[in-house]
């Protein structure tokens, strides 16, 4: 398995230029999620889904927008980037909590992040 | 606003000693408790997760929950220096639906040969 993909690992972007980060998984997960993190600093909560075609804001949506249509994938989009945006971001999925998972239940797994700087 | 407190750091620790590192929570109703370990540049990947009172070992770590004083914590023992790295802390916002983790700032661990 493959787990959580990310894509790209690394990308420049001018002020104002738009882009959008992908994440796959292939764990079947309901839950995904969007996370950034700067320097230093804890991880801060975008958005979140906990299902295709259901998504809700985190702490931190000002500037971004999400999609959830498939179970699999869960894009961010970046429109009007700004430089308060240069950060690394993860996605994250989970089994939620009523799955019958056992141990597993809410356990957050990660991609390997993108790192983004916009000048 | 529900909160999960670490110490920053960074602790330090020699080869072969016990690392302790500790994680209070505001949310009483929460069941469950993740130790993520966060390598500089990489993702959190998970180390513990702990879902009752007390000890649960696994290799050289223990996690150690107690839900009366709402503290959990994590031992490392035999330190070694690829275990220097940012642990995190983590524990669902809502007991009943567990939708969201809320996450501490982390400890920064170096571990000294």
């Known amino acids: 398995n493959a787990g959580v993909t990310q894509t790209p690992k690394f990308r420049i972007l001018k002020i104002g230029q738009s882009m959008t980060l992908q994440c796959t998984q292939d764990m079947n997960h309901n839950y995904m999620y969007w996370y950034r993190q700067d320097p230093g600093m804890g991880l801060k909560l975008i958005y979140y889904?906990?299902?295709?075609?259901?998504?809700d804001k985190g702490e931190v949506p000002n500037g971004y927008n999400v999609s959830r249509s498939t179970t699999e994938d869960f894009p961010l989009r970046l429109e009007l980037a700004a430089p308060s945006q240069t950060s690394v971001y993860f996605c994250?999925?989970?089994?939620?909590?009523?799955?019958?998972?056992?141990?597993?239940?809410?356990?957050?797994?990660f991609g390997a992040g993108t790192r983004l700087s916009v000048l | 606003q529900k909160e999960v407190e670490q110490n920053s750091g960074p602790l330090s620790v020699p080869e072969g000693a016990i690392a302790s590192l500790n994680c209070t929570y505001s949310?009483?109703?929460?069941?469950?408790f993740f130790w993520y370990r966060q390598y500089s540049g990489k993702s959190p990947e998970l180390i513990m997760s702990i879902y009752s009172n007390g000890d649960k070992e696994d290799g050289r770590f223990t996690a150690q929950l107690n839900k009366a004083s709402q503290y959990v914590s994590l031992l490392i023992r035999d330190s070694q220096p690829s275990d220097s790295a940012t642990y995190l802390c983590a524990a669902p916002t809502n007991a009943g639906n567990n939708r969201k983790l809320i996450w501490g700032l982390g400890t920064s661990l170096a571990v000294n040969p």
């Open positions: 889904s906990v299902g295709a075609g259901i998504t």
């Open positions: 994250a999925s989970s089994y939620p909590q009523w799955s019958g998972v056992g141990s597993g239940k809410n356990i957050q797994y």
């Open positions: 949310d009483r109703g929460s069941q469950s």
